[in-house]
Structure formats: C-alpha cells, structure tokens
C-alpha cells in the first residue's frame, strides 16, 4: 500500500447506528486530519492530529469521535448521526503541521449515507 | 473573517483554448497557498505550494501564480484529461501555535475534445 488508505470506501448506515472510518498513511508524516466534503462546499476541517495528539476540533458535534492510536493511523468513530452528516469524509496527512506550511495528502474518501 | 473564493465556479474549454483559474483570499496570516486537482470519487491530489508574492511554479501545462490578494492557475493548451476540479487552499498559524488550512469551493474543468 502507498499514499493514504481509507476504508470503507461506501457506507450506509442508519441513524441509530454505530460505525467507524479508518484511515492509514504509508507515508512516515507526523500530521493526520479528517475532512467533510458535501457539495458545493468547501472542505471542512474538523480535527487535526500532531504527532497523535489532538490539536485542532472545529466545533464538531459529539457525534463524531476521532481516535489516533499512532502516527499511521486515524479513526473516526460514528454514532447516532443525522441525515446532513451524508457526505465525503476525506483524511489526510501532511510531514508536520507546526513547524512549516507542507502540503497535504488525501486518501480517496469514504462515501458515506445516513438513511 | 478568514475567506477564500474561487472563480469561476465553472469553466468549459476547448482543447487547446488556454485559460486561467482565481483564488482570491482575504486571511491574515498567510503562511502558504495550495493548489490540488480533484478527480470525481477521489481525493484532492497536491499540485503546487506557494510561500510568497511573486512567486510562480509550473508543471506541464499548469502554472501557478502569487499576489498579495489572489492566486491564479494558468492552464496553457489544455487537454480533455486535465478536466477536473481545482482547488485552492491557504494555510494560516492558529492561536495554538499549529496551522491549519482553509479550502475554497473549487473551479470544475471541463475541457472537450
């Protein structure tokens, strides 16, 4: 595996469900991030990780739970969610997130649909 | 409040019909700017960073450049495979002493044969 890995790539689920969205770089960065897409909206940001520790939270709802057991791999774990949360769900990392502006690298997203 | 608009929203052109991209930013603090492609069901790929005004960086037919108030990307004779969407996105220092990026909502390509 190269780059950024994100499974599952689609996911339905229901609103009283529980679901996770993994995500794994291959890249050696020290940086991770989870991104919303919806359409015809800019990439929301909703939290940052340095070096596994939590360093940005854009005001998500508790709803969303980020776990970052390592610097490879980030999780965002999902429960009762609501129908607006349907969207692409991007992560990304980057070489470092304090010290220089580096570029990012996306994994392919997980489509998700909340019914 | 920290912006960043793209225009147009939407651009077709024919091969070969050479045009360009804006991104115009109203932030403070501004530590780099970002260009990435996006193809449909993908994620946004990285194209070019730039740190300051002035500067350009190219790469076959796609050039970016910077002001203090916006950024461009010219695409010189464009082919159908450069249909995508293009984003922009700038990166600013947060309070906390990190950075973080805000994306524009993007130019979709489309180049015709």
């Known amino acids: 595996e190269t780059g950024v890995t994100q499974t599952p790539r689609h996911l339905v689920m229901g609103m009283t469900n529980k679901k996770s969205l993994k995500c794994e770089q291959h890249?050696?960065?020290?940086?991770m991030y989870w991104y919303k897409q919806s359409a015809k909206k800019p990439l929301e940001l909703m939290f940052v990780?340095?070096?596994?520790?939590?360093?940005e939270n854009n005001s998500v709802p508790s709803r969303f739970s980020p776990e970052c057991p390592n610097s490879s791999h980030l999780f965002l774990h999902l429960h009762t969610l609501q129908p607006e949360d349907s969207a692409l769900y991007l992560c990304?990392?980057?070489?470092?997130?304090?010290?220089?502006?580096?570029?990012?690298?996306f994994g392919p997203g997980t489509r998700l649909t909340v019914t | 409040e920290d912006q960043v608009t793209q225009s147009p929203e939407a651009l077709r052109l024919q091969e070969g019909e050479s045009s360009s991209l804006n991104c115009s930013y109203t932030v403070s603090g501004l530590r780099g700017l970002f260009w990435y492609r996006q193809d449909p069901g993908k994620g946004p790929e990285f194209l070019f960073t730039l740190y300051s005004a002035g500067e350009e960086k190219e790469k076959e037919r796609l050039k970016a450049t910077l002001t203090k108030k916006e950024s461009f990307l010219h695409i010189t004779a464009p082919k159908p495979e450069d249909s995508a969407t293009y984003l922009c996105a700038v990166q600013l220092l947060t309070t906390s002493g990190t950075y973080k990026y805000i994306f524009g909502t993007g130019t979709r390509l489309k180049v015709l044969a």
């Open positions: 990304a990392s980057s070489q470092d997130n304090v010290r220089e502006p580096y570029e990012q690298y």
């Open positions: 890249l050696g960065h020290n940086a």
């Open positions: 990780y340095s070096l596994e520790e939590r360093v």
